[in-house]
């Protein structure tokens, strides 16, 4: 199993353009989760998604979108990129029932810069 | 509100000495507990996880971590630091019924010297 795919793993973007970052897994995982990573700041999270279909707001959702046509894939999509969104940006997936104690997997990330 | 706290952005600990990297909680309902580790330039890597039961949890690498629900703490150790367990440490808390969702702590620097 190849786990959590992120492509592409750098990008450098100019304010205003957009993009689409990849995400796919091969764990038939239900949930599936972005993440931005800044230094000093930790993980937050953008959107998630409980399954095929659904998807959530996140605790910073603005200037994203996702969506879910599959178990596999996730990707996330930046519009009109700012410099704020300059990041590190984690894909991640979870097999969850239930009682959700399940961890989650995490793939390599994808640097963006946005100038 | 749901959040996790690492008092310590770096702790410093020569090789062969015991090791601990503080995390502190604040979660209504029972909480379930996970510590990440993230080398340079990679991915989040679980390390173990608190659920239910014995509060001293045993994880990969010789890892280990006591849950303390009165003093809401999940404190991350190892008897005998390694240089290559020099990383960023990341504890997380789930929250209880959204979406499996963790919040993450801001991190702490582990640097081990020879």
């Known amino acids: 199993n190849a786990g959590v795919t992120q492509t592409p793993k750098f990008r450098i973007l100019k304010i205003g353009q957009s993009m689409t970052l990849q995400c796919t897994q091969d764990?038939?995982?239900?949930?599936m989760y972005w993440y931005r990573q800044d230094p000093g700041m930790g993980l937050k999270l953008i959107y998630y998604?409980?399954?095929?279909?659904?998807?959530d707001k996140g605790e910073v959702p603005n200037g994203y979108n996702v969506s879910r046509s599959t178990t596999e894939d996730f990707p996330l999509r930046l519009e009109l990129a700012a410099p704020s969104q300059t990041s590190v940006y984690f894909c991640a997936s979870s097999f969850l029932t239930g009682r959700n104690t399940g961890e989650l997997f995490f793939g390599e990330g994808s640097r963006l810069t946005v100038l | 509100a749901q959040s996790v706290a690492q008092p310590e952005d770096q702790v410093n600990v020569a090789e062969g000495n015991p090791l601990t990297v503080k995390c502190t909680y604040s979660?209504?309902?029972?909480?379930?507990l996970f510590w990440y580790v993230q080398y340079p330039n990679r991915g989040l890597q679980f390390l173990l996880k608190?659920?239910?039961?014995?509060?001293l949890v045993k994880g990969s690498y010789g890892f280990e971590a006591e849950f303390n629900k009165s003093q809401t703490s999940f404190h991350l150790k190892k008897p005998s630091a390694l240089v290559s367990d020099s990383a960023l440490y990341f504890c997380a808390v789930r929250v209880p019924n959204q979406g499996g969702k963790l919040i993450f702590g801001q991190g702490t620097e582990l640097s081990v010297k020879p």
């Open positions: 979660v209504s309902g029972n909480p379930y």
């Open positions: 998604s409980v399954g095929a279909g659904i998807t």
């Open positions: 764990m038939n995982h239900n949930y």
């Open positions: 608190y659920i239910t039961g014995d509060n």
